[in-house]
């Protein structure tokens, strides 16, 4: 068995561990980088669900199963165990006593040009937050509706956890074969979110706001977008691996709905410290002000409410102690 460990971005002791951990289990090895030409059986991915989805971003018609390890406390759907578990699973992995889930993909095209296939989800919203913007929902070349909202959110079913979910659509179990469609605020108040089957062709068409309407993926990249966003499953699927038998995450979807209904309660720049982090990993204070563009201050009183309620925590920078970094509690 030949393993790649691919960890951009992340710490190098990281990866050391890792590969030590594979080398006593009498497991091969290697290091991903851009030349490495070798063919692994599968990839271990450090960086928790962020690092996960980075990987797809560049390797997306990568066809190995990923294993992704979080190198804080485990907290993911797509990254299960962290760094101080892996060692107890390596005999699983060397035997391949493990399972293989296939974690469907939506292809995304902004104005019929491809960009890469999201994992979580495709959000459009007005380059301006609080800006209304027009659209025309189609599936499948049937119009569904015409709507001014906030925006509007695609997502998978992984990702019906995370920004769909804060924005108030349902959850979705990881195995459901559909995706879910949801407009933001829409002034049109009978407006529900919808689910669709993943055959299905969706196009979000017509865009325009005051000012420019952006494309998020997965949260992490943006795109303008001059008038269509079309979306469809894309193939083949991102493979997981299971070395836990709880594939299916109930009790961190459970979770998630108790936060959800706690969330209601949180002021809006709580809320977006908490879906930041989701989405970006540990953070320093600076970094969350720089990319929620909230004022220090702000920033400041938000992680206090959020630490006294034990949804994040702060630890010291492993690469510089005397920074803090703050993180997702871990789902129990």
Not at 120 to 134: G, H, R, Y
Not at 249 to 267: C, D, G, P, Q, T
Request: net charge positive.
């Amino acid at each position: 068995m030949l393993i790649g460990i691919y960890g951009s971005g992340t710490t190098e002791s990281a990866a050391k561990i890792i590969k030590k951990i594979l080398d006593d289990a009498e497991i091969k090895s290697f290091s991903i980088t851009k030349s490495t030409s070798k063919q692994a059986d599968c990839v271990i991915v450090l960086g928790g669900d962020k690092g996960v989805r980075n990987y797809f971003h560049k390797t997306f018609d990568s066809t190995l199963p990923i294993l992704g390890i979080s190198e804080g406390e485990a907290n993911g759907f797509l990254a299960q165990i962290d760094l101080r578990e892996f060692a107890s699973y390596g005999d699983i992995l060397k035997r391949q006593k493990y399972t293989v889930e296939e974690v469907p993909r939506l292809g995304v095209k902004i104005d019929g040009k491809n960009v890469y296939p999201v994992l979580n989800d495709v959000a459009v919203f007005s380059s301006k937050s609080a800006m209304l913007m027009e659209h025309t929902l189609r599936v499948n070349g049937e119009e569904v509706w015409h709507d001014n909202s906030d925006g509007i959110i695609v997502s998978t079913p992984i990702g019906s956890s995370a920004y769909s979910m804060s924005a108030g659509g349902p959850v979705l179990f990881q195995d459901s074969e559909v995706f879910e469609i949801l407009s933001v605020n829409s002034l049109d108040v009978t407006r529900r979110p919808i689910i669709v089957s993943n055959s299905s062709s969706i196009e979000i068409d017509d865009i325009s706001a005051r000012l420019h309407c952006e494309v998020v993926l997965d949260g992490l990249d943006r795109y303008k977008v001059n008038n269509t966003v079309e979306c469809a499953q894309f193939f083949p699927a991102a493979k997981i691996i299971r070395l836990k038998k709880n594939s299916t995450a109930i009790s961190a979807l459970a979770k998630k709905v108790h936060l959800a209904e706690e969330l209601l309660s949180m002021s809006p720049s709580s809320k977006l410290l908490l879906k930041t982090l989701e989405y970006e990993g540990a953070l320093t204070q600076k970094d969350l002000a720089n990319k929620t563009l909230l004022p220090s201050r702000t920033v400041r009183m938000a992680l206090s409410n959020l630490l006294k309620r034990g949804y994040i925590k702060k630890k010291v920078s492993i690469r510089d102690a005397r920074q803090k970094i703050y993180e997702i509690s871990k789902i129990e």
